[in-house]
């Protein structure tokens, strides 16, 4: 009897850590839907960077740290973090001929705001993590949508990466306590980096103090191969010693070294502060209307969650981490391009050539018969090898060229004229 008891009971404890673990699996999930639903709700126009839509997905967040306990560290105790910007007007010529006459259009200043939270634990060194919480509106300049107006919500890019920064913050309450935490929601990415280069420029803490910097930029989209792209391994070396020991739902990573890339990270590294940033590629909703809700993966975002808990266990006995500078392109010998293919590259792939992982109707690569999933291997005699080489191939044509590309599609390497707009 007394052996069936403690059977018994073996069998209820186990039953309710069982149940337990799944209601709290449960509630993460709520969590991110909730936060993630909001953001990129229709409600918030999409959040254009000054925007009244912004402001509102700011009052949240600022709500959201208070819920957890945070610490406001934006301008003189307060959540936010202000700046401006007047953009570049552009160029308009007035008059013909000789008497003609250059002017520069003016530009409204757009104002707004960084979201800053701390979690003080009462250590010498601090971890900066964050992500935008910026998008496009009612669809800006950098819009890829052709047919009109519309509220680009930015489900992925980046409600995805602020509903994690959220999630985050709350598990690291009472946990790796060697370090304190900054999480900070960035505005103007969209624009120009630029929350993250005015914080750099007018930072709330001492930078010498942050021992790392964490980034989350459109990490709802987790593919069937749970690939998961991070970028800044170069950063220190100490991030090629952990990062292969990380193992968490069968995430394989790709990795880039290089410390600038275009989202927040790169404020961090140019102030020689180690990087690391998150990313599950670019898709075919990128910077349109379509990119929403319905299409995020939320059990892929919890699993990044996991995978960047695990980055920084391991870096919580580690005090300042060291710095590496990572090679950069010479912009000087970098070739400007004059041609454009219209495809977006498959930044998740690594293998030999540039994988298609869409193709822009009406462009180059769509008159040519591109599809997506096509490898190009080579452009005439230049063979691309990746990213690198692809993007020094395009400074080679001109409009009105035509290219002889070589091809994998479907095992088969067949020849494709393309000829440049």
Not at 125 to 142: F, K, Q, R, S
Request: charged share 25%; with cysteine.
């Amino acid at each position: 009897m007394k052996l069936l008891h403690i059977l018994s009971v073996i069998i209820v404890v186990a039953w309710v850590t069982s149940c337990s673990h799944s209601a709290n699996d449960k509630s993460d999930h709520d969590k991110l839907y909730n936060s993630l639903s909001y953001l990129a709700s229709d409600s918030l126009e999409g959040r254009g960077t000054g925007s009244n839509g912004e402001r509102l997905a700011g009052d949240y967040i600022i709500a959201e740290f208070e819920k957890l306990g945070l610490e406001p560290k934006g301008d003189s105790g307060q959540w936010r973090q202000y700046f401006s910007y007047r953009p570049h007007g552009s160029i308009t010529r007035h008059g013909e001929g000789d008497s003609a006459k250059l002017a520069m259009s003016t530009v409204k200043e757009i104002k707004s705001n960084n979201i800053v939270g701390y979690l003080d634990n009462h250590q010498s060194h601090t971890v900066v993590i964050g992500a935008h919480y910026d998008h496009l509106g009612w669809g800006d300049e950098n819009s890829l949508f052709t047919d009109g107006t519309a509220i680009h919500n930015g489900a992925d890019d980046n409600a995805s990466g602020v509903s994690a920064l959220l999630l985050l913050a709350e598990k690291l309450k009472g946990k790796y306590t060697n370090n304190n935490y900054l999480f900070i929601a960035f505005s103007g990415e969209e624009k120009g980096l630029w929350g993250s280069n005015y914080f750099c420029d007018n930072p709330t803490i001492d930078l010498d103090s942050v021992t790392y910097m964490l980034n989350m930029d459109m990490v709802g989209r987790l593919n069937s191969e749970h690939t998961l792209a991070v970028y800044g391994t170069g950063t220190s070396p100490y991030w090629n010693e952990i990062l292969p020991t990380i193992d968490v739902d069968s995430i394989k990573i790709t990795t880039t070294e290089s410390g600038v890339g275009p989202s927040d990270h790169t404020s961090f590294y140019l102030e020689d502060i180690p990087v690391l940033h998150f990313f599950t590629g670019q898709h075919e909703d990128y910077h349109k209307p379509s990119d929403d809700v319905d299409k995020i993966n939320f059990d892929g975002i919890e699993s990044i969650i996991r995978y960047m808990e695990q980055v920084i266990s391991l870096c919580d006995n580690q005090g300042m981490l060291e710095f590496t500078k990572t090679k950069e392109e010479d912009k000087d010998s970098t070739p400007a391009f004059k041609v454009t293919l219209g495809i977006m590259p498959d930044y998740l792939y690594s293998g030999e050539g540039m994988r298609i992982d869409g193709v822009t109707d009406g462009r180059t690569a769509s008159k040519a018969g591109l599809l997506k999933g096509d490898i190009v291997l080579k452009m005439d005699t230049l063979v691309v090898e990746g990213m690198n080489s692809y993007m020094i191939g395009l400074g080679l044509f001109e409009s009105g060229d035509t290219t002889q590309m070589v091809v994998r599609r479907n095992d088969e390497e067949i020849i494709i004229p393309v000829i440049w707009d």
